[in-house]
């Protein structure tokens, strides 16, 4: 089991770290690794409460990494900056 989490580690920092680097820094106010609907919102100004929850699969009222790239990878939320392609 030990070696199990020694090897998962790299991967569960690396996909912290990815997220933490699409985001301006400072977003994550906190500092507690995970993003509020206040802290979003200061990225995505339009963000709503609805949108947030959609964000939120695990509804723990944070959105952590793994959540925020996955709503990235599907396009529910752009990068700031992020051309829409049109």
Same mark, same amino acid.
Not at 13 to 20: D, M, P
Not at 65 to 71: R, V, W
């Given at each position: 089991m030990k070696r199990l989490a020694i090897l998962l580690a790299p991967v569960a920092f690396a996909s *912290?770290?990815?997220?933490?680097?699409?985001?301006?820094?400072?977003?994550?106010?906190?500092?507690?690794?995970?993003?509020?609907?206040?802290?979003?919102?200061? *990225?995505?100004?339009?963000?709503?409460?609805?949108?947030?929850?959609?964000?939120?699969?695990?509804?723990?009222? =944070? *959105?952590?990494?793994? =959540?925020?790239?996955?709503?990235?990878?599907?396009? *529910?939320?752009?990068?700031?900056?992020?051309?829409?392609?049109?």
């Amino acid at each position: 089991m030990k070696r199990l989490a020694i090897l998962l580690a790299p991967v569960a920092f690396a996909s *912290v770290a990815l997220a933490q680097t699409t985001l301006p820094e400072g977003t994550d106010a906190d500092g507690n690794g995970t993003w509020s609907l206040a802290e979003l919102q200061a *990225v995505w100004t339009d963000l709503t409460e609805e949108g947030f929850k959609g964000i939120d699969t695990n509804a723990d009222g =944070e *959105v952590d990494a793994t =959540e925020l790239q996955a709503a990235l990878d599907a396009g *529910v939320i752009a990068l700031p900056g992020a051309s829409s392609g049109g």
